[in-house]
Structures are given as structure tokens and as C-alpha cells.
């Protein structure tokens, strides 16, 4: 049944023959690589403005100076990931640059952020397109942790299935996205212009804030710079654009930079224009539709846009997680489950493993895109920075033609993500940024532990001298009775048929009555195995039962001991809640002291 | 690890020997299987005038009439019960009496109907007693369901330990509630007639409620009936008393009796007297000790006493709840794990049911003692009932000396019991008591199902002709192989010392590079034993397995066959983690298949 479930659910399994690829062109590349980014336009602002408004109309006022030096930020972690493209054609992810170039510890700590990144990407994309939707519908407002989770439900099952259309699927949205978010800018800074809209409501100003200081501004800078999560994004997959894929994927690069240089300047202007001050529970983006539009269809065009681009952000987390993951299992620093391709040819065990903990965050942070941002940043920057300073090294150690001008440009964006990193995780620490400050080293030592464990497995299991260990000549079998009926009974005939040296019958029995009721059975049944009966004044069965293995393999150094259980198999999952797993508890144990069990199964099938 | 810590937390195990048994004086009895009875004092006016409240002064008005009521009921309970004691001088519980008397059905309705029972007194008493600490503590209100909590876990630790010393324990603090009590009752009622406490306070009347209804009187009735749960405990219990038991234990439950109807006729009418009204966040008897003591040291005794005589009937039920699904569990209506004593001879699975269960509710309904109530006395009349009529079909069927008046007095009860189960469950439907009435039916059923359950198993394995069935002459190996590594070469080895007629090591290819890498390895190591690459292209490896056991099964009908497997043996249990669990996978898979399977160890330890 469980069976029918997924095939219905996840579809039936494809060939490993099946496994093709699909190459984008630049129009299509700009739609499957840019939503990540482009949708933090979504937000971006949002965050600016709630920062700023601390300090009422008159902070509100520094937005348009914050944007700009976010879009500065922006240029030169564009221009950095452009020569990244050029020396990775393969596709250069963090890790990779910062494992090849800066060693092993540099590699891991960015494949954590970014892991730590995917996971914050489907949260926080998911909730802020729940937002765009209760924006419009506030009635659900109350329901969005439950909306958020069943959104994300739906892409981890479409994920489970395989997506293979994904680009076309991609296109529309991303360019309707696009398209109405600059409709919206244009119209609101024209009627903005010639005086056709409403004057701005009066911000109250907090008076506990009256002097604007720079660390109050860096704070909005550093709430800002989730406008520049997924930019690295075209990185990753230079291979999957048509040829020439450096070409082609730099200029995609470029012109997603200049989109989202636009878009999130023109937003934060139309902003500070109308005089949006932010609200819980209504996005900026929806306030300025609603105030160029009227709440007609163009904006209802604009808040769908809106919340669909961001689930294709949170769908892109979906195939970069878990190819991560498979990259990072592979060099043996996660657990070998996240290589394999599961039945639909998708690395099935990272999706869950990303919706499980994204789903925790869109639980635990009630749903809330602006309580879960200051954890965002953070691993974002520090595969920025990382990566850049990998560049660097590789420039410096190739030198290769003129490395000079490329090594001081990706030493610029290395410094400069540095330096925001530093400001990000400053000015956010108390609200969320410390936890991934915690978690990232937490990540880099569990993978460096991964690591030793399969090294030593490596070492262990390495074949050496094996072939010459002699076949064991004496061959012991105990057969574990717990009492007689037709399982020991068969269980016995399969010890026997393995035609050991000896075989020995043991009992455990917890006190004088069942040590004797088992005596008289064993006589009256006339079991031709001779049955040893081990008082356990104390009723520890395992023990008793590894303590007479022990003795048995101290009598017999050379011999190969084999114990007999007989396993209870029953038709149904519930029916085992209502055996002791002593069988499988049994096993456990003895593998443990190096003895091989075997289960002898009894059907309890009709 | 896990074992030193169960060990210090839960005690070096004890002999099965080791236990004994505790005969207890009347005085000591009285206090060991009251706390339950008595304790529901500290509640059951509360409830009462929460209804009563709702007509405001007129509704409070009816307090002593409604308590009357109640305690003529709990004449006629107790007169009942003092005869079920004399039939059942080993011990007459709800299941039993309904069992022997009523048949199969009744039994489980009565045993279901007490589990539920129990695992409600466990959350209301330590709710109850958790609202006399915030009464006298009201800043820790906020807390009660982290304290509930952890007052909870305590309970539970001491009763895995095995509390030995319970009877000197209970005797103490149950005094000390009745005489305390009794003070407070005495010396209010003296100040009230006196003149010298101050004058009540005014009760706002809800004009919605006007009219006083029988239909409201009979919800006020309803919420205090639960001032009779705990009564049945000492005819569970006959066992436990001095010689004569039957006499000792009449005597004690009469005691009993009178001491409850007087404890609770004189909170409520000192209640009435002083004109008291419940509150939120203050219990009845908080009020009480506070208008006549004043916040003083008597005052936080009465506080005291009140919480620990509800702890210690929240105890009873673990020494309860535990007994009784081991009675069950030996009749085959519930798991046998229910069966066992644990290490310190206690039946710690029953403990740890009952603790998780009742730890759920206090969680679920926020260690609010008023709205766990509703649910409570559904399981409790039940119970009641259908022992009542259990008796009278006993006196009926046996039509001893005097049986006609034995009989009119449990059918009186029986009838007055099943009226008031009536109007509980009618009148607390809407309010939780629904919850019970669905969960008794489908605890049945379970129990039914389990009991098929076992009555299969012992069909099945019932030993017959058994013994003719004559040990296989052939015996087929498979060696599965998933890598070629010293694990594998170990299996082969054990395989070939098993000495079957033949083996055959099979290896599952995911693809050909696999099938020819696989092929390769195996030639170059030497390997003498003829190796099977299955390719299964949808990456199925269980079912491939499966289906090549199936095939060697229908070419051999006769033979017995093992399939060997290499299993990692991890030292620490996180590594599991790092392992896909196939040998488990397979080896449950092939045991349905009726296949025995060896597991061989590899040990990966230093």
C-alpha cells in the first residue's frame, strides 16, 4: 500500500537511460536563473523601508541613498561573477571555487552557507509570496503559515515527480513579472509627475530616534542586501546554456543585473515618491499598485506575478540544494543517501531533506518573510566573499594573461562583500543572525566528522591480505529459543540443515517456573538439540544471551559461530507494535560481537 | 551510554525475588487509596459554581442543594461498592466484576473506560494541584504548563525507580489535607456564625440567564459528579489490606466515604456562606483559606496540602494504569510489552504510556484543569455502571443467602450511575466529553483486533505434525554483493564455511559501467565463487533481490535457502546516519519471501 501511495503520488520510476539534458537559450536562461533574484525585489525594499521608518517620514527620506549604494554593491558582485564564468565554463558554485582555491576548511564553510542559503531561499521566497497573496486577499492573513506549507508541499511533490519542462514553465511568468513590475514604475513615477496621484499620507515619527547616525543607515543598507541574494545563481549553470556558454551566460548575467538594478531602484523611488511607509500585513509592492493602479485587475496581474516568480525562486533552492548536497556527498562530507538518484531520476532524499527544514522555518517563524530575513544574508555573503577571495588566488597563482586588472576586480568584490558581511551580521546578530553564525561551524564539523568516518570505512574495508584467511573449520550454531511452538520448531531444522560441528539450544528463563515448563517441553517434544537453560535472575535477555556467546567463543577461538533466530514476519506494519522487537535487539547486539545471526522468518501471514 | 544513563536515572535492576508484598493497617489504607477520592475536594465545588455563576447570585444560590444531590449519589456509590469488596475479596476492578458478569464486550468497554479514566486523573490532578501552587503563587500562572510538566516527568521517575516506601509516604500528607480541611471548614463556619469574617463581595448576575432551569441545575450536578472519581479504588485493592481483608476494606471504604461527603458539603457551604465566586486564576478553596486565615502560614499549609494530596492521586493512577493493562495484556487485549516487568519490577512500558498520554493532554489543553474536566467523568460512570450491573447479574446468577437485597442495592446503583452517565455525557458533550465517547469505542476495537491478533499467532504456531517435516538435503547461498571489500570477501568466506551444496554471489548493476567495473574486481581478486550481475535500469535493488531469491526458490522447490549479507556494525549510533540501511531494507523484504538471512558483521570500531 505505502507502494501505491508513491507511484501515485511521485509517478512511476525512469530509466538511469532517461537522465537527458536541456539547453537554454539566452532569452530562457534569463527566466530559469534570474527568479532567485529578481524576486527579491519583493522584499528588498520592504526591509529598507522598516529600518528606515524607526525614524519616521524623515528616515524614509534616506531610502533613495541606501538603494543606491545597494545597487553599487550590486555592480560590483555582477562584474565579480562575471569573471567567475569565464575561469569556471564548467560552473563555478562557491564550494567548488573556494575548495579548489582556498583549501578544504574555506570549501566547506561556503558549501554550509550555502546550503544554510537554499534553505532560507524557499522560506523566505515562499512566505513573501504568501504575503503577495494575503496582501491582496487580507482575509488569509491568518492562514499564512498553513498556505506557506502547503505551497511548499506541492513543490517538494512536483520536485519528487521530476520536473522536466522547467524552462518553458519558467519563461511566462518571469517575463509577466518583469513586464508589470516596470508597467508599474513607469505609470506611478508619470502620474507621480504630473500631480495625478493622491498626496502621501503623514509617517509619525518616533521621537525616541531624532538623529539619523550611520550606524542607523547601515542597518537599512544591511536589510536591503537580501536585494542581492541569487545573483550567483548563472554561475552555477554555465553548462546548461547553448553554445558559446561563457558567452552567453555572461551576457545573461549582465542584463539580469541591469534588470534588477531597475526594478529595485524603481520600486524604492515610486516608494519614497507616493510615500509608502510599510505595514505588517500589506507588502510595499501592493501598496503601489493599489495607489497607481485602484484594486482592479492590473494589480491583482501584479500581485500574481509577483507571488509566482517568487515560487519559482523557492523552486530553484529545490534543484541547487540537493545538486549540492550530491556534490558535497560525493567528496564523502555528507551522507552517501544524497548521491543517488531516486526512482523519478531526481536526488529525491536532498528534496526532502530541504523541505523538512525549510518547513520547520516557515513553522517556527509563524510564517513571517521579515522575522526570517536577518538570518538570509548572511550565508549569502559568505559564499560572496568567499568565492571572490577564491578568484582572487586562482588569478594570483595562474597569472595567466593579463591577471592583474581580473585579480584586483574580484579583490574589490571580495573586500566589498566582506565588508557587508561584516555589517549584515553586526547589525543582525541579536535578531536571528547569530544562529547561523552558530550553525555554519556546527555544518563544517559535522561534514569534516562525515569525512573521517567514511575515510576510516575506506581504510577498514580495503582489500590487503584477506584472500589468505583460511575458511573456518568448526562451524557452531545456538539456536535462540523463547519458546516452543512451530517457529522454534522450523528454526530448528534450518540449524540443523546447516550441518554445523554442534548445535546448542538456549533458553533464558527469568525464574524457576519458566526454566522448568521449558525442560519438560523440550523432553516432550523430543528435541534432539540439547538445551542449555541460562537463569536471568535480573530479566536481561540480551545480556544473557551475549554473555553466553562470548563463553562459547572463548571455548572455541578458531570456530564460526552462527546464532539462530526465529523472526516473527507479520502482514501488517501494526502487528509488529505488538511483539517485543526482541529479535531485532537480539541482532543488534550480536553483530556487535562480531557473530553472525541469522533470521529464520515465520510466517504469520493467512 | 544511553545505559548509564537509564541506570542512574532508574537504579541498578532488581531480582524478580526481590518482590514483595506490603499488607496495609486501615489507617494506612485509608490514606494510600483515598488521595484519589479526596482529592477531588480540591476541584469539584470549583466546577459546580463555575456553572452556577452563570445566573450570577441567584445561580450561586443553589450550590448547597446541587452538593446534596451529589452526595446522596455518593451514598449510594459507596453502599455499592462496599458490596462488590465482598464478592471480590481478590480484587473486583470495573474489568474484572464487567467481564466475569457481562461477557467480553462489557469487560472492555469497563477496562477501556478505566485507562482513559486513569490517564485523566493523572492531568487533572496535576493541573488541579498545579492551580493550588499559582492560587498561593499567582506570578508562576503563566508557567503551569511547563510546571505541569515537569511535575509530571518526576512522577514518572519515581514510579520507574519503583517506589517501595509508598505506604508511609501517602499517610503524612493525606492526614494533614483532611485535618487542615476540617480546620478550615470549622473555624470559617464558626466566623461566619459569628459575625467576625467581612462581608461577600456582590456577583454581577449574567441577565442572559434568568430563569433557573432543571437543565441548568443538572449541568451544575454534571461538573460536580466529579467529586466520586477515585471512590472505586479500594475494591482494586482488597488484596492489599490486613487480615481480615473484606472487613478491613469495607470499614476503610465507609471511612472513606464520610469523610469526602463531609469535606466536600463543607467547602461548598462555606463557599456559600462567605460567597465566594470562582475565578480564573484562584481556586475555591485558595479563596476560602485566604477570607478566613488571611495570607499567613495556615493559609500556604491548606495550599500545600491540597497539591500534594494531588500529586499523590496522580501517583495512584500510575500504580493503576500499569496494573491494569498488564491484566489486559495477559488476556491478549493489548501489547504483550504491557506484560513484563521492567528492571526495577515495575511495568515500566505501562508507566511510560501513561505518561506520554497524559502528558499530551496537560500539553493540549493549556494544564487548565477546568477544561480537561468535561472528558473526565464519561470514563469514570461508565465504569461505575457497568460494574454495578455486573454485580447485579452475579447476585441474579448465584442467588445466594440474602442475594434479593444485595442485588436491589447494586441495581439502584447501577440505575443511579447509568442516569448520571446520561446527563454527564449529554450535558457535557459539546465540551470535550464527546472525545471520550469516540475514543472508548475505537479503544475497543483495538482491543478486539489485538486479541484476533494473538489468537492467529498461537494458531499458527501451535506445534502438530511438526516434527515429520525432514531438514532439507539441499541448501542454495547468496552472497549479496554491493561492493567488492573486505565485508564482502569476509561474507564469502562464512558463506563457503557454511558448506552449502552451492553459492552464487549476486551483484544489482544500476548500469553498465557498474556491471563491467563490478565484473572486473571480481576477476582480479581471485574471487572462487560464481558472481550474478542483475541489472535493474530503474535502480530497484530490493526488488531485484527479490525476484532472483524467487527464481532460485521455483528451481530448487526442496532446498532451503539463506542469502548472505554483509552488515556494517557502526560503533557510535550517528553513523548509522551516514549508511543507507540496506541490509535492513532487504533483509525484511526476504523474510516476507520466507527466505532466512545472515547478516555478517563488519566491525568498524579501532
Partial sequence: MPNVLKRLLVGRPLKTAQSTEERLTKRTALAVFSSDALSSVAYATDEILLVLVMAGSVGLGYSLPVAAAIIGLMLVV?????????????????????????????GLIAGASLLVDYILTVAVSITAGVAAVTSAFPSLYGDRVEIGLAVLAFITLMNLRGIRESGRVFAVPAYVFIASLGALILVGLWRAATGTLPPPAPVAGNPAVWVITPIFLLRAFAAGCTALTGIEAISNGVQAFKKPETKNARITLFVMGALLACLFLGV????????????????????????????????????????????????????????????????????????????????????????????????????????LIPLYAVGVFIGFSLSQFGMVRRWYVERGNGWLPRMLLNLIGGLATLVVLVIVASTKFTHGAWAVIAVIPLLVAMAVGTNRHYKHLKTRLSLTEERRIPVAQEHIAILFVSDLHKGTVAAARYAKGLRPTFIKALHIAFDEQDAAAMREKWTAWEMDIPLIIAPSPYRQLTEMLVHYVQEIERQHPAAAVTVVIPEFVCPHWWQLLLHNQTAARIKSELLHENVAVVSVPIQLAE
Wanted: proline share 3%; net charge positive; hydrophobic share 50%.
Fill in 78 to 106: 555582477v562584474v565579480s561573477y562575471g569573471q567567475t564564468i569565464r575561469a569556471y565554463p564548467s560552473g563555478g558554485g562557491a564550494y567548488i571555487v573556494a575548495k579548489d582555491n582556498l583549501g578544504r576548511y574555506a
Fill in 268 to 371: 524604492t523611488a515610486l516608494a519614497r515618491r507616493i510615500g509608502v511607509a510599510p505595514l505588517e500585513n500589506e507588502t510595499v509592492i501592493s501598496q503601489l499598485a493599489r495607489a497607481v493602479f485602484g484594486r482592479g485587475g492590473f494589480y491583482f496581474l501584479i500581485q500574481a506575478a509577483t507571488a509566482v516568480i517568487l515560487l519559482l525562486a523557492a523552486n530553484t533552492s529545490f534543484a541547487d540544494f540537493p545538486r549540492l548536497s550530491s556534490i558535497m556527498a560525493k567528496d564523502r562530507y555528507l551522507p552517501v543517501q544524497l548521491i543517488n538518484l531516486g526512482d523519478r531520476l531526481v536526488y529525491s532524499n536532498g528534496i526532502i531533506l530541504l523541505a523538512a527544514f525549510s518547513g520547520a522555518l516557515i513553522f517556527l517563524f509563524g510564517g513571517d518573510t521579515h522575522r
